[in-house]
């Protein structure tokens, strides 16, 4: 199997430009400045409501989508280090009151689950946080009733995973912001981080210095499995497999362990050979290339996952790079493979996909 020759030329940015009609790059690279806008709204006291409170539980309102994913990214992440659960959920449950915490997200403003669900927590009593445009019968639902964290930066929906975790990671610090080490830096800096990324995979930057031009050949043409060595990049794994569909890539994800006991079924098919020399007149049907299993892992966890995905055909790790002012935090490192992944997706749905 070789891979299709692309409709542009990746090195060709100017092509690449004029292509882009829907504006796909540009979204791609607004995640830094979607962080930012969150963090401009908070400076402006957007949540002020919420300081000083001690809930008893913060719940996550979210419908499919990268609302969802940013919900269980964020709680996959901070789960064990807060002082309360935090709760993943479609709609306000039955059992919230005026004790919660409800940060209700989403990009869709005409939801009606979402709206049903902004009213349920506002009637219980609840603090209400709605992420999500202000406008429609979610604007209705709200009312001036609840903290506002409307986006600010306009972005297709498939690139706002990062805006949903700012928001997420905003509502939990303005609770509580002294409890927070290290390894949760501000908003600022994971916008930096982001922002940095996206610079370094703008169009008009050659093949062999662009991070996701490179990875968008090594993935141009293959059947593709993304994973994570941990909890948090299996979900991020999720939202890549999800957005290469847009190039016409027909791509999975799934945890690591099982991608390990699939390894068999993954490998090249008995007779592949280099298309170059087949003849399918005298060699027969040609053997399939192996699935190519692109595996994203924290850096801490690097040496043990290529241990452990040795046994894999063929695996490639994402890793986030390090940058200038030393080792990146665990949200730093998700900006970083999260903008990378969404540029990638569009420089495969620009040269063609398939």
């Known amino acids: 199997m070789s ?15 004029s292509a882009d009609r829907h ?3 540009r979204s791609a690279a607004t995640g830094g400045a979607q962080v930012r806008a969150t963090a401009a709204a908070v400076v402006e006291g957007a949540l002020d409501r919420l300081a000083g409170l001690r809930p008893r539980s913060v719940v996550f309102v979210s419908g499919a989508g990268r609302a969802g994913r940013a919900a269980a990214l964020v709680g996959a992440l901070l789960a ?22 409800v940060v ?19 009637r219980r009593g609840a603090e209400v946080v709605l992420a999500a445009p202000d406008e429609g019968p979610l604007r209705a639902a709200a009312a001036g009733r609840v903290a506002m964290l409307e986006p600010r930066v306009q972005a297709l929906p498939r690139h706002t995973l990062l805006r949903f975790v700012a928001a997420y990671l905003a509502v939990l610090s303005a609770m509580d912001s002294a409890r927070w080490d290290a390894s949760v830096p501000p908003l600022d800096r994971i916008a930096d981080v982001a922002d940095t ?13 662009n991070p996701a ?21 299996v979900e991020l794994a999720g939202h890549a497999a999800e957005s290469v569909l847009f190039a016409g890539h027909v791509a999975v994800s799934a945890a690591l362990s099982t991608v390990l006991q699939a390894a068999p079924a993954l490998a090249p098919a008995a007779g592949a ?23 994203l892992t924290p850096v801490a966890e690097q040496p043990v996952t290529a241990r452990r995905t040795a046994v894999l055909a063929d695996a490639e790790l ?37």
């Open 213 to 233: 031009k490179s990875l968008a050949t090594r993935l141009l043409g293959r059947r593709l499995v993304f994973t994570g060595a941990t909890e948090a990049t």
């Open 273 to 295: 050979v280099d298309s170059l020399f087949h003849d399918p007149e005298f060699d027969g049907p040609p053997g399939t290339e192996p699935v190519r299993t692109l595996v």
């Open 80 to 101: 064990d280090r807060t002082s309360f659960p935090l709760v993943r959920v479609s709609r306000t449950p039955a059992w919230v009151g005026p004790l919660d915490v």
């Open 23 to 25: 504006g796909l790059l």
């Open 104 to 122: 209700v997200a989403g990009d869709d403003a005409g939801d009606p689950i979402l709206a049903e669900s902004v009213d349920r927590a506002v």
């Open 318 to 354: 994402l890793v986030a790079d390090g940058d200038d002012t030393g080792e990146m935090t665990d949200f730093e490192q998700i900006a970083m493979m999260a903008c990378r992944l969404d540029m990638v997706a569009a420089y495969l749905q620009l040269t063609g996909g398939r």
């Open 197 to 209: 990324e996206a610079l370094h995979d703008r169009p008009t930057s050659e093949v062999f210095h």
């Open 3 to 17: 891979a299709p020759t692309p409709v542009f030329d990746l090195d060709d940015g100017d092509a690449l430009v």
